[in-house]
């Protein structure tokens, strides 16, 4: 007997399983948009065995309940037992994110599931759009929140406050779509919830609408679009810190100031970045295990373990890498050479750095200029069109060097390298209009306020936009939202084409705006 059960062809497992778990209708209670509910428990059937996979993120109960319900995973059912008594009349939408894996291949889907403790399911819907305000780039993952006008409280209160009757959350394009709705007049706030506790706090990205509230009745279908913006504060606060590989420390801050002050364990030295609440520095010697940063802001000491990010997985392969300034063999006009490392050094020996002219006679440079990673030469006027780093001879505080010979040659771009660009706008606004000319990479290049026509000279070959700033507020820049004041952020518009300026050229564009500008 033991001879003719013998497997006589390898075990190969079956195909591979590719299909998330699916709902047995038959066995599932209530089903799927069923009224009248009246139960404490919903008993879900799958056909496959199932396991839960984060069900206080990925599992969400529209309206939110006050406490939490008991979520568990039996063999191929899943039980959630409210502790609470469900509101009468009432349509409740359950999404899951991807919650219900089965247990072989974690295959998981998304999928919504709706009943009514009253006679009806409510269907009415609202659609739109989240939008960076400044950017007007897409917000993904934001928070979307309706909250009724009924709510005794001051606009300002509410997403502080309440809890959302119904949310939804952004998509990677911004976009958010909120079901089975009563009619009714509603409050909307879009909210980017770091902490996950479905309301606003400070620092948190926020949006809502300019009118306020809206009404919402059976024969619509709203769409939306918020502006997100984050409050302007006087208060200076650590908004955040973070410590990578090799040893950098950015410190983010909610102002600028000037009395702030960072130690640690290890000595640091600061990098200049030009923005005053945006920090960069760097640890002067290779990090040590349990590192800790002692962070000083108004007076208060805060200690900080941060996580070191970022590690690679071969550290003792790590190259001292470089960049340089030479764009096709030249450099700008009346620029010096300068490179750009990526740690900070600690020397360079000098008889390492040769500079020659075209006929390769050897050229003194008499200046050298460090800001932790980068190195300037005073290179400009002189005759240097070669220069030649030995391997070795520029030392990062971490003890590595450059691997290798650095061989560049280069010269000056002549004054009329530069080109030129001309604006036109027949246009006509109400309120004041700031406009910026930026680089393709949201650099700010030039500031100035509106003319029908506008000129911008002695600019670097590439692309850029425009940008015009609705400055309804007459005070020179742009003004972000206030929720205290029930005030939405200024409205930003770019031109819709990137623009190409050439060397030696004059670009002359016509910037018609549509007419809801």
Same mark, same amino acid.
């Given at each position: 007997?033991l001879?003719?059960?013998a497997?006589?062809?390898p075990?190969t497992?079956g ?7 699916a709902i047995?209708?038959a066995k599932?209670?209530p089903y799927n ?11 879900m059937k799958?056909?496959?065995y ?5 069900p206080?993120?990925?599992?969400i109960?529209i309206?939110? @309940?006050?406490e ?6 039996k063999?191929?059912?899943l039980?959630i037992?409210?502790?609470?008594k469900?509101?009468e009349?009432?349509t ?11 247990i072989?291949?974690?295959n998981?889907?998304?999928?919504q599931?709706v009943?009514s403790?009253?006679?009806?399911i409510?269907s009415?819907?609202?659609?739109g759009k989240?939008?960076d ?5 897409p917000?993904p993952e ?5 909250y009724?006008k009924?709510l005794?409280?001051?606009f300002d ?10 949310l939804a959350?952004t998509?990677?394009s911004?976009q958010?779509?909120l ?8 409050y909307m706030?879009?909210?980017?919830d770091r ?6 706090d400070?620092?948190?990205v ?5 009118e306020?509230?809206f009404?919402?009745?059976?024969d619509?279908r ?6 997100s ?5 006087t208060?200076?606060?650590l908004?955040?810190?973070?410590? *990578?590989?090799?040893g950098r420390v950015e410190?983010i801050?909610s102002?600028p100031?000037?009395t702030f002050?960072?130690s ?6 600061q ?5 005053? *609440?945006s920090l ?6 290779s ?6 940063f002692?962070v000083?802001?108004n007076g208060?000491i805060?200690?900080?373990k941060p ?6 997985d071969?550290?003792?392969?790590? *190259?001292l ?8 063999g030249?450099l700008?006009?009346?620029?010096? @050479?300068s ?13 390492g750095?040769?500079?020659y ?6 050229v ?6 460090y800001n932790?990673r980068?190195?300037?030469f005073n290179t ?7 220069i030649?780093?030995?391997s ?6 971490y ?6 010979k650095i061989?560049?040659t280069?010269?000056?771009h ?16 109400? *309120?004041p209009?700031?406009?910026h ?7 700010l ?6 003319q029908e026509k ?9 692309n ?5 700033i609705?400055?309804v507020d007459n005070?020179g ?5 206030s929720l205290k004041?029930?005030?939405?952020p200024?409205?930003?518009?770019y031109?819709?084409?990137?623009i190409?300026v050439k ?9 018609v705006?549509k007419?809801?500008?």
């Amino acid at each position: 007997m033991l001879i003719s059960c013998a497997q006589t062809s390898p075990l190969t497992g079956g195909e591979r399983d590719r299909y998330a778990p699916a709902i047995d209708s038959a066995k599932t209670t209530p089903y799927n948009g069923q009224i009248n509910f009246v139960d404490d428990q919903i008993i879900m059937k799958f056909n496959e065995y199932i396991k839960l996979n984060n069900p206080s993120d990925n599992i969400i109960i529209i309206p939110p @309940l006050k406490e939490k319900p008991t979520i568990e995973a039996k063999n191929k059912k899943l039980v959630i037992t409210f502790n609470e008594k469900l509101e009468e009349n009432t349509t409740y939408a359950i999404t899951f994110n991807g919650a219900i894996q089965d247990i072989t291949e974690n295959n998981d889907s998304v999928f919504q599931y709706v009943f009514s403790t009253g006679s009806y399911i409510d269907s009415l819907e609202v659609i739109g759009k989240v939008k960076d305000a400044f950017l007007n780039t897409p917000e993904p993952e934001m928070l979307v929140a309706l909250y009724p006008k009924e709510l005794e409280a001051d606009f300002d209160s509410i997403p502080l406050k309440f809890k959302p009757t119904y949310l939804a959350q952004t998509d990677k394009s911004g976009q958010f779509e909120l079901n089975y709705l009563k009619d009714g007049i509603y409050y909307m706030f879009g909210i980017n919830d770091r902490n996950k506790n479905l309301l606003y706090d400070q620092g948190e990205v926020l949006a809502f609408l300019g009118e306020k509230e809206f009404n919402l009745t059976p024969d619509a279908r709203p769409y939306f679009e918020l502006r997100s913006f984050k409050e302007r504060t006087t208060e200076v606060y650590l908004e955040d810190l973070n410590f *990578d590989f090799p040893g950098r420390v950015e410190v983010i801050l909610s102002n600028p100031t000037d009395t702030f002050e960072i130690s640690s364990n290890l000595p640091l030295v600061q990098e200049e970045t030009g923005q005053g *609440d945006s920090l960069i520095f760097w640890l002067a010697e290779s990090p040590v295990p349990k590192m800790r940063f002692y962070v000083n802001v108004n007076g208060e000491i805060d200690t900080i373990k941060p996580i070191y990010k970022n590690i690679p997985d071969k550290v003792e392969e790590v *190259d001292l890498k470089h960049q340089h300034n030479i764009i096709k063999g030249e450099l700008l006009p009346n620029e010096n @050479l300068s490179f750009l490392f990526t740690e900070p050094i600690k020397s360079i020996d000098a008889d390492g750095i040769h500079f020659y002219d075209i006929d390769s006679n050897e050229v003194k440079i008499d200046s050298i200029t460090y800001n932790v990673r980068e190195v300037e030469f005073n290179t400009f006027g002189s005759t240097a069109e070669r220069i030649v780093i030995d391997s070795a001879a520029v030392h990062s505080y971490y003890g590595r060097e450059n691997a290798e010979k650095i061989e560049l040659t280069f010269k000056n771009h002549n004054q009329d390298y530069y080109g030129a660009l001309i604006v036109t706008m027949d246009t006509v606004f109400s *309120d004041p209009v700031i406009v910026h000319l930026i680089t393709d990479k949201g650099e700010l290049i030039s500031t100035s306020k509106f003319q029908e026509k506008m000129s911008f000279e002695k600019l670097i070959p590439g692309n850029y936009q425009l940008r015009l700033i609705f400055d309804v507020d007459n005070n020179g820049e742009w003004t972000t939202g206030s929720l205290k004041e029930g005030r939405i952020p200024e409205k930003v518009v770019y031109n819709s084409e990137s623009i190409k300026v050439k060397s030696k050229w004059e670009k002359e564009i016509d910037w018609v705006l549509k007419p809801e500008m």
